[in-house]
């Protein structure tokens, strides 16, 4: 976690039978007796409050759950949870532990703080003892430190432990208010009326539809009313928001401690700054990393001949990923093409080394598994480097053991420990070869969610306790590895959890179903990449075409339309990356890049428009880097005040410019988009659309629809791109286009009239009737640039640095103006120019 400074200036009394604390920008009181706690804004609207009712229970019944008709606790039907769950901060008991309990299962009785018995200031913390409704009257401890002006953490432990399973937190929720985040979920954004689980988890593990499983979890819930809630823990954790009842939420987490942080905004925006400067903020990796990647596979020939074929097609590919190889020195690559023709790679080194000289970046396969029988995994077993059993055997697991002649069959494997002293450097070794020897520039970093309950670490902690850390630190130190090694390396990871982004240069969703499925095909990872953004994660890309065939016996894998629908999202995505995956195992003539010549047009158009809009995404990755906003955004992050921003699953803002509306499901031909308040323009047609409302846009199976906010300005590369291998950041700011989007002087969203640059230079634009004015500052008055129009506008006239040139001349010098026949007129800036005018007129 990241160091905090505490708050600027807190002040704390009590009165009236309350502790008041304040800071510039938070009010804290707690209610000595009956206990409770209020988190409001500085102008005291209630950020956090008691849960309604909780206190009338508290004072009038010291066992909330001795009316016969409370539910058992853990009752099938959540509508029938006990009241007591809902009082505030609370802790389960099991009775099966303690014999002075009378009840049968787990965490059946739940029991709360009820009243505050002495408290005292120790610097920024709050330190509050009291008494609970527990039968045996144990003695609460309760701290609430201030962080920062905006920032509280909450901890409740007891005196006495025994029988206690899970600690909870519950606060009232109102009949508007919308819960993101929780690390990448699958099947809704917007958890409202759910009940979620906090666990790493494979999806073949949970095949129920409207699943809850996650690869990437994590403890922080964000409120559309401008808070957020973490839950610092490695355990297991429940969070049920407005499910069990309307009016509140509750989290419960394993164990014997309650740790929660609690942001105020005000804004989401500012919550999700706030957590990321707590818990890490994600990496700036290389520009090439934001490029066109495509898996070659089939053997060094194959690949060849392949990678010339791209080249041969101007498909804007920088990056090749290979992953059917075996390098059993350094324990990589899957062994298995998993469908398409087999192939030998004698040389390695020697075919990276080609596909370098070729413009290409090129890729790895790496995972955490040692498959029994290979030599590295022998040698880990002698040496104890490996995940343990209680009794200190090696705990091997059945898991994946590819083969080239049978596709994909399981056999027994053991897991590496990153918690072992010399087993992590011995791993790390190996990475580093990988990097230095073969020469790749990274690789997939695949699974991390499979440690059993009952491992023993190498620091002694359970697997109960690691399982969901256990990415972060596999994540962490691959980057340790890496960053020495090849600091413009990057690996793209499927698991995570609290501050696996700080590590993670890139992620993907995992193995998605080949299919139309809301909570498994295309419209599942709309909402996981903008609830994994909410916590943390910036530089995120899907399978284009998915991983698993659907299994129910259809053939929907071979759907050309299903493929370019999923290819169209992923352009518009930080990361443009397709994965073959084992579907021609199942279904022969699956989809790919190479189907028809509609794939490869589809494809080729949109690696153009993904590579042009490189600039622009870098600039919103160094935002991410700097601030933890992710760049693919929920509506919520920038319209919480608008209630039909919170049930938007499946469009998003791309940066603060971009609306995109992904085409989810088949056979349509137009698409209902939400459109916040503005004007947004249509990046195909230039057609202008006003919100807030709906409006029925059209989507042609050729056209994903986008969306460009009036006011603003979007940068693209001017020419088309090769590739992006070896491009520096500054290489990115050297051939612009800036496309003006004027929207009448009316633009809705803050900063609606300037784009800054990764290297913090800016060009704003102002509006003032017919005319638009275009300021460079910084380093961008260096650049050479063209500036566009959207085709409704003509230029009448343009003035540069006080030089004012008629429209269509090429004159002497710069600046020129080239009017386009079709419109969309171009207007050529030279080096060194400090402003520039337009008069504009109507086409």
């Not at 001949?305 to 804007?316: I, P, S, V, Y």
């Not at 710069?814 to 337009?838: M, Q, Y």
């Amino acid at each position: 976690m990241t160091e905090t400074l505490g708050p600027t200036r807190l002040e704390v009394a009590e009165t009236d039978g309350r502790i008041v604390a304040k800071t510039p920008a938070i009010r804290l009181t707690v209610s000595l007796d009956p206990f409770a706690f209020e988190i409001a804004n500085a102008d005291g609207t209630p950020i956090m409050a008691p849960p309604p009712g909780s206190g009338e229970r508290l004072r009038s019944d010291p066992d909330p759950d001795s009316d016969p008709a409370a539910a058992p606790a853990h009752s099938e039907d959540p509508a029938l949870a006990p009241a007591s769950r809902y009082l505030g901060l609370t802790y389960g008991v099991d009775g099966m532990l303690v014999g002075s309990y009378v009840s049968s299962g787990r965490a059946p009785r739940w029991y709360a703080v009820t009243a505050v018995e002495r408290w005292e200031r120790d610097g920024a913390t709050l330190r509050l003892e009291g008494g609970t409704n527990d039968v045996v009257g144990r003695t609460a401890r309760v701290s609430f430190e201030f962080l920062d002006d905006a920032t509280v953490r909450l901890r409740l432990t007891l005196d006495r432990d025994v029988g206690v399973v899970e600690m909870g937190l519950a606060a009232a929720a109102t009949a508007d208010e919308g819960f993101f985040g929780l690390g990448e979920r699958f099947t809704r954004a917007n958890h409202r009326g759910h009940e979620v689980l906090n666990w790493a988890e494979d999806s073949c593990f949970d095949p129920r539809p409207g699943h809850d499983w996650t690869y990437w979890p994590v403890p922080f819930f964000l409120s559309n009313r401008g808070y957020g809630v973490f839950l610092d823990t490695t355990r297991r954790a429940v969070f049920r928001l407005a499910s069990d009842r309307p009016d509140a939420w509750q989290a419960s987490v394993d164990g014997t401690e309650l740790d929660a942080v609690v942001f105020a905004g005000p804004d989401p925006l500012a919550v999700v700054q706030r957590f990321t400067a707590l818990t890490g903020r994600p990496p700036l990796p290389a520009p090439w990393a934001f490029g066109v990647w495509k898996t070659t596979l089939s053997g060094e020939a194959a690949v060849r001949a392949e990678a010339q074929r791209l080249r041969d097609e101007e498909l804007g590919v920088s990056v090749v990923w290979v992953y059917d190889y075996l390098d059993l020195d350094n324990n990589s690559g899957w062994n298995s093409a998993m469908g398409y023709p087999e192939g030998e790679y004698p040389d390695l080194p020697g075919l990276v080394d080609e596909l370098h000289d070729g413009g290409f970046k090129v890729l790895a396969y790496v995972n955490q598994y040692f498959i029994v029988g290979r030599p590295r995994t022998d040698e880990g077993i002698a040496k104890g480097y490996f995940v343990k059993r209680p009794d200190g055997a090696p705990y091997l697991v059945p898991g994946p053991d590819p083969n080239p002649e049978v596709g994909i069959r399981y056999g027994s494997i053991a897991l590496y420990d990153p918690t072992h002293p010399e087993g992590r450097p011995w791993w790390q070794a190996m990475l580093r070869r990988l990097l230095l020897e073969t020469s790749f520039d990274g690789w997939m970093h695949d699974f991390g969610e499979y440690t059993p309950r009952d491992a023993v670490f190498a620091d002694g902690r359970s697997g109960e306790e690691i399982r969901n850390l256990y990415p972060t630190l596999y994540h962490q130190t691959a980057a340790e590895a890496c960053r020495d090694a090849k600091p413009d390396f990057a690996f793209f990871v499927r698991s995570g959890y609290t501050g696996a982004n700080a590590w993670a240069p890139l992620a993907w969703p995992g193995d998605q179903h080949t299919d139309w499925s809301t909570d498994r095909g295309l419209p599942s990872i709309v909402p996981a990449a903008l609830s994994v953004g909410i916590c943390g994660a910036n530089a995120w890309g899907p399978d284009i075409g998915g991983f698993f065939d659907a299994y129910d016996g259809s053939d929907i894998a071979r759907s050309e339309e299903l493929w370019i629908r999923w290819c169209q999202f992923g352009a518009l995505t930080p990361v443009m990356r397709d994965h073959l995956g084992p579907k021609r195992m199942t279904t022969p003539g699956a989809v790919d890049l190479w189907s028809s010549a509609e794939t490869i047009d589809t494809w080729r158009r949109y690696a153009r428009l993904h590579n042009a809009l490189v600039p622009y995404l870098y600039a919103y990755a160094a935002v991410a880097h700097q601030t933890g906003i992710p760049t693919m955004r929920h509506m919520v992050l920038r319209y919480p005040d608008q209630p039909e921003a919170l049930c938007q699953d499946h469009q998003y803002l791309l940066g603060d410019e971009l609306l995109v509306a992904p085409v989810v499901e088949p056979g349509v031909t137009t698409r209902r988009v939400w459109f916040p308040p503005g004007q947004w323009i249509d990046f195909w047609s230039d057609a202008v659309h006003t919100g807030p409302g709906y409006a029925e846009v059209p989507a042609p199976i050729e056209q994903i629809p986008l969306f460009v906010r009036g006011g603003a300005i979007l940068p693209l590369l001017a020419t088309p791109v090769v590739t992006l291998a070896g491009v520096r950041p500054e290489d990115l700011l050297t051939d612009l286009e800036l496309r003006l989007y004027p929207d009448g002087g009316g633009a809705a969203a803050p900063g609606a009239a300037a784009f800054t640059f990764h290297d913090g230079s800016a060009v704003r634009l102002r509006e003032d009737g017919d005319r638009l004015t275009l300021d460079f500052a910084g380093a961008a008055r260096g650049r050479q640039t063209t500036v566009r129009l959207p085709a409704a506008f003509a230029v009448a006239d343009v003035v540069v640095d006080d030089r004012r040139l008629p429209a269509g001349i090429g004159g002497a010098g710069p600046p020129t103006v080239a009017l386009g026949a079709d419109g969309g007129d171009r207007i050529r800036v030279p080096e060194g120019v400090g402003g520039l005018s337009i008069r504009l007129a109507p086409r």
